[in-house]
């Protein structure tokens, strides 16, 4: 069983910075696909960032919308996952969530995917102009 908190949300002007983090506890020894999906009203979900971390090389992908403006990372030790998010605009605003589930790389590589195993309670982000 593994638990997801996010954290790090919160209310950025145009243009700001903003790390949203997601600690996960439990038993989370092994292959893992880590993601960060976000919400707002009116849209569909929208799969934002994924990493794949374990026995083979890291791997990442984005969303065309946050690409070169967006970071994920992975920290094993803290298992902790992080989302940087830079130059923000105010269609990012929305409640992102982070997700994950036991996976091959080749299985961490579809953005439209929604089968993840275990869901933080989402964390939200407002920007404003």
């Known amino acids: 069983q593994v638990t997801l908190v996010e954290s790090g949300g919160g209310s950025v002007q145009v243009g700001g910075s903003l790390t949203l983090s997601c600690a996960a506890s439990?038993?989370?020894?092994?292959?893992?696909?880590m993601a960060w999906i976000r919400q707002s009203p009116g849209n569909e979900r929208e799969g934002v960032a994924l990493?794949?971390?374990?026995?083979?090389?890291?791997?990442?992908l984005y969303s065309d919308s946050v690409r070169g403006r967006f970071n994920i990372s992975h920290d094993n030790v803290k298992k902790t996952t992080l989302l940087e998010m830079n130059n923000l605009k105010p269609e990012d605003t929305a409640m992102y969530y982070c997700?994950?589930?036991?996976?091959?790389?080749?299985?961490?590589?579809?953005?439209?995917?929604?089968?993840?195993?275990?869901w933080g309670q989402g964390t939200q982000v407002t920007v404003s102009s």
């Open positions: 990493l794949y971390t374990g026995k083979y090389a890291e791997s990442t």
């Open positions: 997700a994950s589930k036991l996976s091959m790389p080749w299985k961490c590589s579809d953005l439209k995917q929604d089968d993840y195993t275990y």
């Open positions: 439990g038993s989370t020894w092994g292959d893992w696909c």
